[in-house]
């Protein structure tokens, strides 16, 4: 049970570049988060997912965007990449719960 | 959005240290959280309190959900230098599906 994997661990970006922040979890969890945290900050609510085919927008979902094809899977895509958008990425899921969020190890983005 | 006003930003103390930190909010929350974070990874999850007034204890941790549910508190007893991270609360508003709202966290230090 490998839990919430995310891929890449560190990225670089030039401005304008898109790329897709891969999130995996084995869990069978219907719900599934994206969050950013900066420094300093606690983490803030990017896009969720409620089961496969349903996203919504959390608090910050300006830049962003996301789809959920299946249980395991819920991409995030950055398509025009901003300094505004460096940070640490962290995918989260859990069962019915909330209090049962278990997060990937993160992304960490620089865009230059 | 909520607000969560975490405290204090950051500790510095010694092995053996008893450490106390707390959540407060303007709005009422149903469910608190309590998370801790390793420097590069991913939050995990401490204690979790669904009740007004409830004391819960995990090892040498304690959280206390607020009579008002608008607080909560974490104590650390015998600090020991893995306790090392920094601490993230966490309020939800509903007891079925709805988002985190976290705070923005303690960061603490432990001199061997």
């Known amino acids: 049970n490998a839990g919430v994997t995310q891929t890449p661990k560190f990225r670089i970006l030039k401005i304008g570049q898109s790329m897709t922040l891969q999130c995996t979890q084995d869990?069978?969890?219907?719900?599934m988060y994206w969050y950013r945290q900066d420094p300093g900050m606690g983490l803030k609510l990017i896009y969720y997912?409620?089961?496969?085919?349903?996203?919504d927008k959390g608090e910050v979902p300006n830049g962003y965007n996301v789809s959920r094809s299946t249980t395991e899977d819920f991409p995030l895509r950055l398509e025009l990449a901003a300094p505004s958008q460096t940070s640490v990425y962290f995918c989260?899921?859990?069962?019915?719960?909330?209090?049962?969020?278990?997060f990937g190890p993160g992304t960490r983005l620089l865009v230059l | 959005g909520q607000q969560l006003n975490q405290s204090p930003q950051s500790m510095f103390i010694q092995e053996g240290e008893d450490v106390s930190m707390n959540c407060t909010s303007s709005?009422?929350?149903?469910?608190w959280l309590w998370y801790k974070q390793d420097p590069g990874e991913g939050p995990v999850l401490l204690i979790a309190?669904?009740?007004?007034?409830e004391l819960t204890s995990n090892g040498r941790l304690t959280a206390q959900f607020g009579i008002t549910r608008k607080d909560s508190f974490l104590n650390i007893s015998a600090s020991i230098p893995s306790d090392v991270g920094i601490y993230f609360c966490?309020?939800?508003?509903?007891?079925?599906?709805?988002?985190?709202?976290f705070g923005k966290g303690t960061m603490l230090l432990v001199s061997p």
């Open positions: 869990m069978n969890h219907n719900y």
């Open positions: 989260a899921s859990a069962s019915g719960r909330a209090e049962t969020q278990y």
């Open positions: 997912s409620v089961g496969a085919g349903i996203t």
């Open positions: 966490a309020g939800q508003l509903d007891s079925g599906y709805s988002t985190l709202t």
């Open positions: 709005s009422i929350f149903n469910t």
């Open positions: 309190l669904y009740k007004a007034g």
